[in-house]
């Protein structure tokens, strides 16, 4: 790292970057400057064209048009090591670590250039010291696939900071897998960081993650640059004023319109919700457990209960055992122990199809991978969890218009944009996919519903649509359990929050004001001390 | 309507264009040899298609051809990589020549027909239940399992005919011969055998149970998305089950048709390797059924015309190996240059960009050749 | 019963088996290394019979044995050329490309050996070149073991080469990541196009040196199909030897000696079908899957193709 004093010019410029996709214009003519000892925050909404511009600046893609600037030099980042030479190193969303390979290994991946012997002894000493810098837990010689989420995004960052002379640090959401003890050990290393001279990008579409851990921040709407804040005028300002400006920035003339769905993001707290009459327990889980395996989080004596017209949410860091949970709960595992109870109806042993029929719902986080079957269109989607159910198919045969009409009532309904029920559900946007969803898993009459993650990647209106219908839904008599990584949305939607951490349910709050700061607690927290964590295979 | 003509003379030229590309690339290497191939394409033409008892060998030889592409297109919609056919097919072959002449002895020509076919499909599906358990259960890879059971399904069918099915004459070790007119009967004073009607039955079945039916729209989920079909409540080791057994029963079928159809008797070490030559027509169909049917019959006249083309021009038969392996080759790239055409739509919105492309919708990229991806290592299906 | 041991047999069996094993050992050898890659050669079978029929040419044609080997390398690798541009470069499905080159394999080297030797039918002699002095002088297993040529023991020090390099380099890394997640690989600024094809390459070499040995070592002249199944058996080598590269030799020689016990037994005068003893080590795998298979691990990124920024 340099000990360039921050005065001296920006390190990396970036001018006019265009970059088109089949359909869409992922960035127009988007303008960025990095400077070291710098946190520049790249603000915007889900599909703003953050990522886009990350690639671009990490050689994943290249440009249509515009330049790069690296010390007032132009460049072309033509590679992924292209960028690295230049000393950029990025942490991907996604992560991208080799499961199979040890941390040691991962970090060692490509990082010769060559391809002769690995020198085992001078990475681990490289791994020692950024293992000193970042505070990490973890041996050089773990697998990575058996590492928890957030183990997996230090190394990511070790990795990216892995060649000595590292100048620009990428970070893609990075607090999307942190708790709140997590996220201010980051905004400790963010200042470590900083103070070596390092220029750090933080890309976030969270404004209030902008306005703390950014000392500039750019913002970006539908793929251009609509404004930014150098460090004067972030300085002196108060959060709320700054807020404002920026919701401005993000959403323009909509800023207003979408007030309520703007608020939780801009400002998380309790909503004054309209309360709902409560009817009887009608989903309850007891004591349940699963093994832990490759790839699963096992889960030991989780219990909760849903009423009906109630909505509940369960937080935590993605990967607690949120998704085997919801797993277990619609019938796509079998648990080791514990029972699942629907208006006290002992559904463990019922298949999804069956527990589908009596109205137990499940909306998948994965939309495109599990939820639908891309290369059908969106008429078999719409009844792929009632294939061979009549009316749709008499003796095993489909009847098409059957199925169509079907269909055609949830798009209008649900007001899904696409042109025509006949369209491949692959070419539609990501809100529209999880608006037909939604769709499916209301048809018929819902009685409970476990919806995973069921905003994310949505843009704010979409979002804003999907919470209303739950709302709306619970209104009406519906058990809802919403799962959510977004502490936010969950103080904005629910009536009670659990959380989950390491495979367990840690505690259960009641949703006031002030609530978050007890749910970050009950994130690290462990259920019974001495119980063997499952998530730690 | 018109944009339907439109869209089926795109996918018709599609697939001729492979196969010109192909005669073109043999016929400079014919050439290369010193054989004109001018002759040599009219030989197998003429031979295969035009001479009458040509075009009915031909027919012939395509009934064996359209089961096996009936049972591999159940097998690979579902994902599942079913690549012992051979073995498959000579259990089914073996065990018809086998028992056939007793039972012909027993129960006379029709009782004898069904009851030999009905055995070589159960032998034929049940040669694929431990590749389906061990997939459907356990996740281990199929090509593995079923290359592994058609090899011991060779061994099996050779060791049948060797030992107790070997007949008393002398000779090499075969089979007793079913006289010829005990076998299929003949269709309306041809020479074709009712083996045909069967095939062609078979892949008509097979196209309206994958397109038409809930049970092939299942095993199409499955083989799109092993995730996706949890998620729908399906049983993926059922239907893993159900997809190979199906497949191996057709294919086990074959072996049956072409001993009742053809040979008659099972000579040892019998082994056409239609598997093999079969995979290609079914990818180069698209896992299509109606357009596998097509091929079949274009792959049997290049092969019965191809063989008396060879002979002709004096040299080995195998040169039709080449043909067909380029063919698939060209397919290949061909379908590749159109794939990136569709690609070039950048600034077209989805939904418009989605009307401008062939229906079909393989169109998104992805998916070259057969719509299916699988992946080999990563789906456990059933171990979740 | 003591016929079992005796010289003749153990002689038989151990050299017939030496020579079914080591193309099996070569071609399995590269194809762990593709897989591990992330690249499924189904035509493993076509590049060995490319070099096969190559070396035979050469060899026959320049007398030197040494030439015919370089020469199957050079053939195989070819082949696997056009699998590395169609299907690493151009994405297209490995199953169907591979099928094609064992087909065009198959058919090529048929009917140019048709068209060149059909008459003639050449054969090349025993190999002089390659035998290593001294060692066969041992008795009882020096004649059967170390009558072999350097081939041989190249092939086994190879093995573990590989498994050397896949463990402790740096391009083993890559190699593994290319097969298990390429755009870790990408990520890192490992080019994962140049990585598959140089593992799809080695395949291609190895199995063609396979092949070249099966024809001047073990056939001494060619014949069409002359791998018959090797291809197939040794990818199953491969994907039973998970990645660790030694285990290919167990494979090999597992494979290579049921190829061989019949006819060794036949040598002295015991007279079982080859079949029953081919199907063996099948029905052995087999039987072990079926006990032991909890899950048979293969690389998750095998045969599929990477596109940057698809998922």
Redesign the interface.
């Given at each position: 790292m340099t000990s360039d004093p921050t005065s001296a010019g920006p390190l990396l410029e970036l001018h006019g970057i265009t970059k088109a996709f089949p359909g869409v214009l992922a960035n127009d003519r988007v303008d960025l400057e990095l400077r070291a000892g710098e946190v520049h925050a790249l603000l915007g909404e889900n599909g703003a064209g953050k990522s886009t511009l990350i690639?671009i600046l990490?050689?994943?893609?290249r440009p249509d048009a515009g330049e790069i600037r690296f010390q007032g030099r132009e460049v072309e980042i033509d590679?992924?090591?292209?960028?690295?030479?230049l000393g950029i190193g990025?942490v991907?969303q996604?992560l991208?670590?080799?499961?199979?390979?040890s941390v040691l290994?991962?970090l060692?991946?490509?990082?010769?250039?060559?391809?002769?012997?690995?020198d085992l002894a001078s990475a681990n000493d490289r791994f020692a010291e950024l293992a000193r810098l970042l505070g990490v837990d973890f041996a050089s010689g773990a697998r990575a696939g058996a590492l928890a989420l957030g183990q997996q995004q230090q190394v990511e960052i070790m990795?990216a900071l892995w060649r000595q002379g590292s100048r620009v640090l990428i970070l893609d959401e990075p607090t999307s897998m942190l708790t709140p003890q997590g996220y201010e050990e980051l905004r400790r290393e963010l200042e470590h960081l900083k103070d070596g001279g390092l220029a750090v990008v933080l890309i976030t579409h969270k404004l209030h993650e902008a306005i703390e851990l950014g000392d500039r921040v750019t913002v970006l709407r539908a793929g251009r640059k609509v404004g930014s804040l150098a460090p004067d005028d972030l300085r002196g300002r108060s959060e709320s004023e700054l807020s404002a400006r920026i919701v401005e920035m993000m959403f323009g003339e909509q800023a207003a319109e979408l007030a309520d769905a703007v608020e939780v993001e801009a400002a998380p707290a309790a909503r004054e919700s309209p309360r709902r009459e409560l009817g009887a327990v009608a989903l309850r889980v007891r004591d349940l457990a699963l093994d832990a395996d490759d790839g699963v989080v096992g889960l030991s004596g989780v219990g909760l209960e849903v009423r009906a017209g109630e909505i509940v949410g369960i937080a935590g860091v993605d990967g607690n055992g949120q998704r085997e949970l919801a797993e277990l709960i619609a019938g796509q595992r079998r648990p080791r122990r514990g029972e699942v109870l629907l208006f006290d109806e002992d559904v463990t042993r019922l298949g999804v199809r069956e527990r589908e029929a009596r109205g137990l719902r499940y909306v998948t986080d994965d939309r495109l991978?599990e939820g639908t079957v891309g290369d059908l269109d969106v008429a078999m989607n719409a009844v792929l969890k009632r294939i061979g159910r009549a009316p749709f198919w008499r003796g095993g045969t489909e009847r098409r218009e059957e199925i169509d009409r079907f269909a055609e009532g949830l798009v209008d309904r649900f007001d899904v944009r696409t042109p025509s029920v006949q369209t491949r559900i692959a070419t539609l946007s990501g809100g529209n996919v999880q608006k037909l969803l939604l769709a499916r898993e209301f048809a018929g009459e819902p009685r409970a519903v476990v919806f995973n993650k069921p905003t994310h990647g949505l843009d704010v209106r979409t979002a804003e649509f999907v919470r209303e219908q739950i709302r709306e839904a619970a209104g009406a008599g519906l058990a809802a359990l919403v799962i959510s990584t977004e502490i936010e949305e969950l103080v904005d939607l629910c009536d009670r929050i659990a959380v989950m951490s390491r495979g367990e349910v840690t505690g259960e709050v009641e949703n006031s004001p002030g609530v978050e700061e007890r749910i970050g607690a009950l994130m690290v927290a462990r259920a019974g001390a001495g119980v063997p964590a499952g998530s730690a295979s | 309507m018109r944009a339907r003509v439109v869209a089926i003379g795109k996918s018709t030229l599609i697939a001729v264009v492979p196969i010109v590309l192909a005669l073109v690339v043999m016929g400079i290497?014919l050439a290369a040899?010193g054989r004109d191939p001018f002759t040599f394409y009219a030989d197998m033409f003429q031979r295969g298609l035009f001479e009458w008892q040509g075009f009915q060998e031909s027919i012939i030889r395509s009934a064996p051809l359209l089961l096996i592409a009936a049972g591999l297109i159940v097998a690979f919609r579902a994902s599942l990589?079913n690549?012992g056919g051979d073995g498959q097919f000579l259990l089914g072959a073996a065990l018809t020549a086998g028992l056939a002449p007793s039972l012909l002895d027993a129960l006379g020509v029709w009782p004898m027909l069904l009851i030999t076919m009905a055995i070589a499909m159960l032998v034929g599906g049940a040669w694929t239940i431990?590749p389906a358990v061990?997939r459907g259960r356990?996740?281990?890879?199929e090509?593995?399992?079923t290359?592994?059971?058609s090899?011991?399904g060779i061994?099996?069918a050779?060791?049948l005919v060797?030992?107790p099915f070997r007949t008393d004459v002398g000779g090499v070790a075969r089979t007793d011969v079913v006289p010829f007119d005990e076998r299929f009967p003949l269709l309306f004073g041809t020479r074709i055998h009712l083996g045909f009607v069967i095939g062609l039955i078979a892949i008509l079945a097979v196209h309206v149970l994958m397109t038409r039916t809930s049970l092939g729209l299942r095993m199409r989920i499955l083989g799109a998305s092993p995730r996706a079909a949890l998620h729908a409540g399906l049983n993926p080791l059922r239907l893993t089950v159900i997809a190979f057994v199906l497949s191996g029963a057709l294919i086990g079928l074959s072996g049956s048709v072409e001993i009742l159809g053809v040979q008659g008797s099972f000579r040892a070490d019998f082994n056409p390797a239609y598997g093999?030559?079969v995979?290609?027509l079914v990818?180069l169909a698209r896992l299509n059924a109606i357009g596998s049917l097509a091929l079949v019959i274009v792959f049997s006249v290049i092969q019965i015309g191809g063989e008396s083309a060879a002979r002709e021009a004096d040299?080995?038969s195998?040169?039709?190996?080449?043909?067909?392996?380029?063919m698939?080759?060209f397919m290949?790239?061909v379908?590749?240059l159109r794939v990136r055409r569709g690609l070039g739509m950048a600034f077209v919105p989805p939904e418009v960009a989605d009307r401008l492309r062939p229906p079909g919708g393989e169109g998104g990229?992805?998916a070259?050749?057969?719509e299916p991806?699988?992946?080999?290592?990563?789906e456990?299906a059933g171990?979740r | 019963m003591s016929d079992l041991l005796s010289q003749d047999f153990l002689t038989a069996l151990i050299a017939g088996g030496l020579v079914a094993a080591v193309p099996l050992l070569y071609a399995s050898l590269g194809e762990l290394v593709a897989e591990q890659a992330g690249v499924?050669n189904?035509g493993l079978g076509g590049y060995m019979l490319l070099g096969a029929f190559l070396a035979f040419v050469i060899t026959y044609n320049t007398g030197s044995e040494w030439l015919g080997m370089l020469a199957g390398i050079v053939a195989g690798a070819a082949g696997a050329l056009?699998m590395a541009v169609?299907c690493v470069r151009?994405?297209?499905?490995q199953?169907?490309?591979g099928?094609?080159?064992?087909?065009?394999?198959?058919?090529?080297t048929?009917?140019l050996h048709?068209?060149a030797y059909a008459e003639s039918r050449p054969s090349l002699g025993s190999p002089s070149e390659l035998a290593i002095p001294g060692l066969k002088e041992i008795p009882i297993l020096g004649e059967s073991l170390f009558s072999q040529n350097a081939i041989v023991y190249i092939g086994i020090a190879l093995a573990f080469v590989v498994g050397w390099v896949l463990k402790?380099?740096?391009?083993g890394?890559?190699i593994?990541?290319a097969g298990?997640?390429p755009?870790?690989?990408?990520?890192?600024?490992?080019?994962v196009t140049a990585t598959r094809t140089w593992a799809t390459l080695c395949a291609g070499g190895l199995a063609g040196l396979g092949g070249a040995y099966l024809v001047i070592v073990g056939a001494g002249s060619f014949t069409?199909f002359i791998t018959q199944?090797s291809g197939?058996?040794a990818?199953?080598i491969a994907?039973?030897s998970r990645g660790r590269a030694p285990w290919t030799i167990v494979g090999a020689v597992l494979f290579g000696l049921s190829l061989s016990v019949a006819t060794a037994l036949q040598l002295i005068g015991v007279n079982i079908?080859t079949?029953?003893v081919?199907?063996l080590p099948?029905?052995v795998?087999?039987v072990v899957?079926?006990l032991f298979?909890?899950?048979?691990?293969?690389?998750?990124?095998?045969?599929?193709p990477y596109?940057?920024?698809?998922?």
């Open positions: 690639s990490s050689g994943m893609y590679s992924p090591r292209a960028a690295i030479e990025t991907y996604h991208t670590l080799v499961p199979t390979l290994e991962n060692m991946l490509g990082s010769h250039g060559g391809t002769g012997r690995l990795k991978g | 290497l040899l990589w690549l431990i061990l356990y996740g281990v890879n090509i593995i399992t290359l592994m059971m090899f011991i061994g099996v050779n060791v060797k030992g093999l030559l995979i290609p990818f040299v080995t195998d040169v039709l190996l080449v043909l067909v392996g380029l698939l080759l290949a790239v379908e590749y990229g992805g070259q050749a057969g991806r699988p992946a080999l290592g990563a456990k171990s | 499924l189904v056009v169609l151009m994405n297209l499905d199953i169907v490309i099928i094609a080159i064992l087909l065009v394999a198959e058919g090529a048929s009917l048709g068209a402790r380099t740096s391009a890394l890559s593994r990541a298990e997640r755009e870790a690989l990408d990520a890192a600024g490992v080019s069409p199944g197939f058996i990818i199953v994907m039973l079908q079949d029953y081919q199907m099948f029905v795998v087999i899957l079926v298979a909890r899950r048979s691990y293969l690389p998750s990124a095998l045969a599929l596109v940057r920024g698809e998922k």
